[in-house]
């Protein structure tokens, strides 16, 4: 079973800082997806990578493979940006790709 | 192109009461997942289901849980005699095809058993 680790849990940061969300996996994976969830709120899918990079306005979201480590990146963070940022990937047991397991979550809040 | 949906948004139950959570996946998804998240706790995967099928419900309860996609009308995942534990956010995904492919969540619904 894939263990998935994210750090920090929690994160506080003044608008207009560089933001980097870490997720670290046990299991050699297919793709990694983030998540992001406002408080209360429902889930909006962020990225779901399987190499290299991928970019999204100011979200970038990087992945290594070999390191089974992927980084979500905010630029010019803004208070809109505050929510939970999950990370997840497959489970891998059995072969199957669509069972994930999320990380527990960062809280990110961005002040004005 | 809507979204997933689901409904009800909110849903009180009595303990012992019936709940009946509702899913609509994408327009052309045929692929739907059930997650839980309990208070304080991260999203654990019930089931995946395809039109008539469970294919994988090695996340639901033994007892009193049920779930089912049927051809016509959305997902259902039911949750009979309900207890306070059954507190959560449930969230439904879907996808086009599960391999390699990106699940589209819902909004939730978020029951609350009195």
């Known amino acids: 079973k894939n263990e998935v680790e994210q750090s920090p849990q929690n994160l506080t940061a003044q608008e207009g800082e560089f933001i980097t969300i870490n997720c670290s996996y046990s299991v050699g994976i297919s793709a990694l997806h983030w998540l992001q969830q406002h408080p209360g709120g429902g889930i909006v899918s962020l990225f779901m990578l399987s190499s290299g990079k991928k970019k999204h306005g100011r979200l970038i979201a990087t992945i290594n493979i070999q390191e089974k480590h992927s980084s979500l990146h905010i630029t010019a963070s803004h208070p809109r940006d505050s929510a939970v940022y999950i990370c997840?990937?497959?489970?891998?047991?059995?072969?199957?790709?669509?069972?994930?397991?999320f990380g527990k979550g960062t809280l990110l809040t961005v002040n004005p | 192109n809507a979204g997933v949906m689901q409904n009800p948004r909110h849903l009180v139950r009595r303990r012992g009461q019936e709940a009946r959570l509702r899913c609509s996946p994408m327009k052309g998804h045929s692929h739907v997942y059930w997650y839980r998240q309990l208070p304080e706790e991260g999203l654990k995967f019930m089931v995946y289901?395809?039109?008539?099928?469970?294919?994988?419900e090695s996340g639901m309860p033994k007892e009193r849980f049920s779930a089912e996609f049927p051809k016509e009308g959305p997902s259902i995942l039911r949750i009979q005699q309900v207890v306070r534990g059954d507190s959560a956010a449930y969230f439904c995904a879907s996808s086009p095809l599960d391999f390699y492919n990106e699940q589209f969540f819902g909004p939730g619904t978020r029951l609350t058993v009195l």
């Open positions: 289901l395809q039109k008539e099928n469970i294919i994988d």
């Open positions: 997840a990937v497959p489970s891998n047991s059995g072969g199957s790709n669509y069972k994930l397991t």
